[in-house]
C-alpha cells in the first residue's frame, strides 16, 4: 500500500497562486501514473493533472493554461503549480496514483491521499 502525503493547500483571492505538493511513501507499478483530482462536496470528482514517470503532464479541462505539473521521480512527488485561480477552483484537492492515465481518467486510482483544501474568494 502506497501512503500519499498532500500540502500545500489553502486560502487565496482570485488571481492568486498557490503550489499542491503530494508526497508518496514508495514507488512501485500502481504509482506509474501521478496526479491530482478534485472534488467539491455533492458533486462528482474532476480530473485536475497528471503525469507518468519520465514522461509529460496531462492536464484535464480545468487547469489547461493555468496550472503546472511536475514530477520527481527520486522524490516519489508531484508538484502542481496553480496560476490565476478562480472561485470556481474552490475544492478539496487529492493526490493519487494509478496504474495508467486511463484508469486515472475513470477515477480508478491505486491509492490517494486525505486531501488538501483549496479556497479562492474575495
Known amino acids: 500500500q502506497v501512503t500519499l502525503v498532500e500540502s500545500g493547500g489553502g486560502s487565496v483571492q482570485p488571481g492568486g497562486s498557490l503550489r499542491l505538493s503530494c508526497v508518496a511513501s514508495?514507488?512501485?507499478?500502481?504509482?506509474?501514473?501521478m496526479g491530482w483530482f478534485r472534488q467539491v462536496l455533492g458533486k462528482e470528482r474532476e480530473g485536475v493533472a497528471g503525469i507518468y514517470e519520465g514522461g509529460s503532464p496531462y492536464y484535464f479541462a480545468s487547469a489547461k493554461g493555468r496550472f503546472t505539473l511536475s514530477r520527481d521521480v527520486g522524490k516519489n512527488s508531484v508538484n502542481l503549480q496553480m496560476h490565476s485561480l478562480e472561485p470556481e477552483d474552490t475544492a478539496k484537492y487529492y493526490c493519487?496514483?494509478?496504474?495508467?492515465?486511463?484508469?486515472?481518467?475513470?477515477?480508478?486510482?491505486?491509492?490517494w491521499g486525505q486531501g488538501t483544501q483549496v479556497t479562492v474568494s474575495a
Open positions: 514508495k514507488s512501485d507499478d500502481s504509482t506509474q501514473f
Open positions: 493519487a496514483t494509478a496504474a495508467s492515465l486511463l484508469d486515472f481518467t475513470r477515477g480508478d486510482y491505486a491509492s
